[in-house]
T-cell receptor, first 112, second 119 residues
């Protein structure tokens, strides 16, 4: 069964606009962590933001914020004030115990 | 080194040959992971090491795939009798583990991957 679902294969956003990348997950473990990674065309994987299952507040890191809705099992990434350099693949990941599994990714295109 | 190092960066091999991919994690990172990423796809979990032991081998696609880790550091992923469907980027990642504050949310640190092409 798919544990991490990213339903948007591709997204377009105008430069300086905000964009939301969707992620839903499935787990029965009460303790888990959710991560977002960025993969530019160079191929490197860059950690962006983390949300723990017990965290009371939504995580924020600069222009990145995570819209965590625990009851709906969703952990959407919000990028504010998009920049051309934000064009990349974005992966949502969930850590259960020591295992981290990834969604299929969303390719974001930022238009000038 | 400062980051996760993988070698070779590119490997072209003929179908049926064996290949070895190497990963040198960040010093002090006890957990090491191997993932496979096919072109334009997500990351497929292969195997996880905690120290030298592999408590989770559930992602290895077939018995042609094996991995080991020695000295709690370098890991080698071996693919025997390679097939064309093995062509992909093989990514290694490490993370720190333990009981300190913030340890549970430590992210994976990835290498740049080995691009394997089986002809």
């Amino acid at each position: 069964a798919q544990k991490i679902t990213q339903t948007q294969p591709g997204m377009f956003v105008q430069e300086k606009e905000a964009v939301t990348l969707d992620c839903t997950y499935d787990t029965s473990d009460p303790s888990y962590g959710l991560f977002w990674y960025k993969q530019p065309s160079s191929g490197e994987m860059i950690f962006l933001i983390y949300q723990g299952s017990y965290d009371q507040q939504n995580a924020t890191e600069g222009r990145y914020s995570l819209n965590f809705q625990k009851a709906r099992k969703s952990a959407n990434l919000v990028i504010s004030a998009s920049q051309l350099g934000d064009s990349a693949m974005y992966f949502c990941a969930m850590k259960e115990g020591f295992k981290t599994i990834f969604g299929a990714g969303t390719r974001l295109f930022v238009k000038a | 080194g400062a980051g996760v190092s993988q070698s070779p960066s590119n490997k072209v091999t003929e179908k049926g040959k064996d290949v070895e991919l190497r990963c040198d994690p960040i010093s002090g990172h006890t957990a090491l992971y191997w993932y496979r990423q096919s072109l334009g796809q997500g990351l497929e979990f292969l195997i996880y090491f905690q120290g030298n032991s592999a408590p989770d081998k559930s992602g290895l696609p077939s018995d042609r795939f094996s991995a080991e880790r020695t000295g709690g550091s370098v890991s080698t992923l071996t693919i025997q009798r390679t097939q064309q469907e093995d062509s992909a980027v093989y990514l290694c990642a490490s993370r720190i583990t333990g009981t300190g504050i913030g340890i549970n949310n430590s992210p994976l640190h990835f290498g740049n991957g080995t691009r394997l092409t089986v002809t």
